[in-house]
Every structure is written in C-alpha cells, then in structure tokens.
C-alpha cells in the first residue's frame, strides 16, 4: 500500500557515492537455527513493510543468496545522500537506482541496507533473506553481524529539516528488530571485523544500540541533522517496546488498555 504519495522530478536520481564497505564476499549459507524466525521482542508488532516485490527490485541483477547471522544487537543509522525534495510516489525509482549503485557501482552482491525510510515515512525492504529473519547486510563496515542498516533517502546534513514521519518510521524498525531484553537507549559492546572501520579487527567497540554510521565507520553520515534526532529515535523506540510490554501483561490479565491518541 502507497501512503502520501506525491510527484517527484526524474532528474533528482543521482548515482550515490556511500561510504560503505564489505566485510567480506558474501557466500551463500543457510539460516541457523535461531536465524530461522524473527527473534524480538513479546509484543512489538511488525511495522508495515513494503517489500521488494512492491518497489519492483531486480532480483536477476543480485549475484548471491542472503547470509544470515545472530538476533539483532544493535541498529546503524544512515542517509542515502540524495535532495531531499522528492515525491514519495516515485520513490521504487529510486530504490531501484540505489539497488543499481550498489551491486553494479560499487560491486556488491545486493543492496547494502536491510530497510530504507523515505520522507513521509514509508519503511521498505532493503536487502533481500527475508525481513522477519537476521540478514547480514553490508552496511556498516565491521560490524554488519547481528546489526541491522536503516537508511533515510535524502540528505541530512547541517540545517536540514527531519520529518516526525522519519522519527518514527526508524524507531519502529529498531523496537521490532532488536533482540528481546535489547535497550533502545542503551550501549552494546560490539566486536570490529574489519580494520577499515574505526576500530581495528578485533578491538571491542562500546556503542549505542542505535548508533549513526559515522560512530562505526569514517563518514558523515548520517549527517548533523539527522545523527541529532538519534535520542529522540531511541526514546520512541524505547516507548515502544514498553508499551508493547504494557499492552501483553495487560491481555495476559484478561483485559486489553487502550493506549491509542
């Protein structure tokens, strides 16, 4: 289902230069067993996702099958780089253009994040595995196992204005996907794979379990104005998570409250 769709000029489609790197090749290997379902938190429902069949992804241009790694620990935070005026009716366009970039500019198997957010708020499915199991996507240089890349079509730097839509869009990734007893607003301790990131392969990083990229990797991303609203977007993922406990103590007890304004 298309939400506040709107029109959006072809020539904004740009090639996107991301600084973004791969661990390693990626090669095929079925799901373990806890990799098998989604592992999160009681109560936290599943956003709505429009999947790659609905944004027409190019499943021949992907040259390997999903790798698949343990329950989600922490979410990294990312802009895609583009303006930031586009119509959200033309934003399949653009994913396809940034499937493109990836695989073909830059050599990957797939695209690198496992969602994209757009302006108004419409989460899609990014890396193809499955949205309800662990991906191991290539998003975050060193540290792509048991993470989970969320990027913003747009650019956020300094000055730019962050919708309440993209907010909350991030926060009801992070809630649903991070694993049960996970923090929003709490740290991780995460190990780097990769010495291109900002710790060396090997060296333990303390991190947010929602981090911006440029907290593991060399980069700006996800730029000022968006890497500012990463408290607000751990607050709201926190807030929901406790009222999904809330909500699951509650129907448990015979009697559901409710929490809707």
């Known amino acids: 289902m298309w939400l506040r769709q709107r029109l959006w000029p072809a020539a904004a489609v740009l090639p996107l230069t991301l600084l973004v790197l791969r661990d390693a090749p990626v090669r095929f290997a079925p799901p373990p067993p806890q990799a098998q379902a989604h592992e999160r938190a009681p109560g ?11 944004w ?12 698949y790694t343990g329950a989600v620990r922490a979410v990294f935070i990312h802009h895609t ?8 009716a033309d934003v399949p366009r653009m994913l396809r253009a940034v499937e493109e970039s990836h695989i073909k500019g830059n050599g ?9 957010v757009d302006r108004c708020g419409t989460i899609y499915e990014g890396r193809a595995g ?9 998003h ?33 990734v992070a809630a649903w996907k991070l694993r049960p007893g996970a923090d929003p607003q709490g740290m991780v301790r995460l190990v780097s794979t990769n010495d291109a990131s900002r710790y060396a392969k090997g060296e333990a990083a303390v991190l947010h379990v929602i981090s911006g990229h440029r907290d593991a990797y060399q980069t700006n991303c996800p730029g000022e104005a968006l890497y ?7 607050a709201a993922a926190a807030a929901l998570r406790l009222r999904a406990v809330r909500g699951t103590d509650t129907r448990r007890g015979g009697s559901r409250r409710d929490d809707s304004h």
């Open 228 to 234: 500012a609203k990463l408290p607000a977007i751990r």
């Open 140 to 172: 975050t240089t060193g540290f792509n196992a048991d993470s989970v890349g969320i990027a913003v079509l747009g650019n956020y730097g300094r000055g730019a204005e962050v919708p309440k839509a993209i907010i909350r869009a991030l926060a009801e």
């Open 130 to 138: 499955g949205i309800t199991r662990q991906v191991r996507g290539a």
């Open 108 to 116: 990957w198997d797939d695209i690198g994040y496992n969602f994209l």
């Open 56 to 67: 027409h992804a190019d499943e021949g241009m992907v040259r390997e099958h999903a790798v």
């Open 81 to 88: 780089g583009e303006s930031n005026t586009y119509d959200c």
């Open 44 to 54: 936290v429902p599943q956003p709505p996702i429009v999947t790659r069949a609905g």
